[in-house]
C-alpha cells in the first residue's frame, strides 16, 4: 500500500521542464546538464542563479515551465509529435523523387531496347 502511494506521489510531481524561449533548448531535470556539470535529477528551481542556457547562454529567467516531460497529454509530448512530422515530410518528398527518377530510368532502358 505504501509502494503504491509513493508511486502515484512521484507520477503527480513529475519535475517540469524548462524550454529556453531564445533557442528553445529544453532543461529535463532527469538528464541535468552535462555542460554546467549540473547532475541528473537537479530541479530547474535547484539550478544557479547564474546558471545559463548551455546553448545560446541566457539567464534562467528566459526559461519557461512546458510541464513533465514524461506526462501523458503534456506539452512535450505534442512537440515530439510535431517533429515527428516535419521529419517526415523531406523523407516522403525524397521519396517522390527517387520514385521518379527510377521510373525515368527505366523509361530510358526500354527506349534502348526498342533501338
Ligand atoms: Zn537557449
Not at 517540469?16 to 554546467?36: H, L, T
Not at 506539452?75 to 517522390?96: C, E, H, M, W
Request: net charge neutral.
Amino acid at each position: 500500500m505504501s509502494d503504491r502511494d509513493q508511486e502515484k506521489t512521484l507520477a503527480e510531481q513529475a519535475p517540469a521542464s524548462y524550454e529556453c524561449r531564445s533557442c528553445g533548448y529544453v532543461y529535463e531535470p532527469a538528464k541535468g546538464d552535462n555542460k554546467s556539470k549540473v547532475p541528473a535529477g537537479t530541479l530547474f528551481e535547484e539550478l544557479p542563479n547564474d546558471w545559463r542556457c548551455p546553448v545560446c547562454g541566457v539567464r534562467k529567467t528566459q526559461f519557461i515551465n512546458i510541464g513533465a516531460t514524461g506526462a501523458p497529454s503534456g506539452f512535450a509530448s505534442n512537440l515530439d509529435y510535431g517533429f515527428g512530422v516535419n521529419r517526415l515530410t523531406p523523407g516522403q518528398k525524397n521519396i517522390l523523387i527517387f520514385g521518379s527518377l527510377a521510373l525515368a530510368f527505366l523509361l530510358f532502358l526500354s527506349l534502348y531496347g526498342l533501338n
